[in-house]
C-alpha cells in the first residue's frame, strides 16, 4: 500500500495546536486563565468584585496562560522550518513487515516491530517511532486505503488505537 503526503506550515500548526489542547489541564487552565483576565479587568475598571487587593499576580499569570498558542506558534515554525524532511512530499510504503518512507532527500525503512505504538484522532494517523516521536499522516491522503492500513496494523500486533 501507498500513501503520498505533504505538510505545510499551517496544517503542522493546527496539528501541534489540536495535540496540545486535548488534554484536559490544558483546556482548564485556559478557560481559568480568561476567568481571571476578567475578574481582573472588572476589578482595573473600578468595578467592586471579590477581590480584596489588587490582582496583579492573577493578571500576568492569566496573560502568560493565554500567550502559549503564539509561543506555540513560534516554536512550530521554528521546528518546521529546522525539519526539512516536513516539508518534503513523502511516499510511504507498508508491507507487512516493513514501512518504507521515501522523501525528496532520504529514503528510509523501519520494521513494524521497532514501532512504539499506531494512534488515529479524527485528522491523523500517528506512527509513533517512539514515546515522543512520530510520522504524522492526515487520514485525507489515505483515500479509500485506509480499512487496508487499519487491517495491516492489527495484523502486525503493534499496539495500536484505532477507530473501528
Given at each position: 500500500m501507498r500513501i503520498t503526503t505533504k505538510l505545510d506550515f499551517k496544517t503542522y500548526y493546527r496539528f501541534t495546536l489540536s495535540m496540545t489542547y486535548r488534554r484536559f489541564i490544558m483546556?482548564?487552565?485556559?478557560?481559568?486563565?480568561?476567568?481571571?483576565?476578567?475578574?481582573?479587568?472588572?476589578?482595573?475598571?473600578?468595578?467592586?468584585?471579590f477581590f480584596v487587593d489588587p490582582p496583579y499576580f492573577l493578571?500576568?499569570?492569566?496573560?502568560?496562560?493565554?500567550s502559549f498558542p503564539i509561543?506555540?506558534?513560534?516554536?512550530?515554525?521554528?521546528?518546521?522550518?529546522?525539519?526539512?524532511?516536513?516539508?518534503e512530499s513523502i511516499v510511504y510504503e507498508f508491507y507487512p513487515d516493513i514501512i518504507?518512507?521515501?522523501?525528496?532527500?532520504f529514503h528510509s525503512e523501519m520494521s513494524w516491530s521497532t514501532v512504539y505504538k499506531v494512534v488515529e484522532t479524527k485528522k491523523w494517523i500517528l506512527i509513533y517511532q517512539s514515546r515522543t516521536a512520530a510520522n504524522l499522516l492526515?487520514?485525507?491522503?489515505f483515500e479509500d486505503k485506509l480499512d487496508e492500513f487499519k487491517a495491516l496494523v492489527k495484523e502486525t500486533?503493534?499496539?495500536a488505537t484505532l477507530s473501528k
Open positions: 483546556v482548564f487552565a485556559t478557560i481559568l486563565a480568561i476567568l481571571w483576565l476578567i475578574g481582573s479587568s472588572i476589578y482595573f475598571f473600578g468595578y467592586n468584585t493578571l500576568v499569570v492569566s496573560l502568560i496562560i493565554l509561543w506555540l506558534a513560534y516554536s512550530a515554525k521554528k521546528h518546521f522550518n529546522s525539519n526539512l524532511k516536513l516539508k518504507k518512507m521515501t522523501g525528496e532527500s492526515r487520514i485525507s491522503d500486533k503493534v499496539k
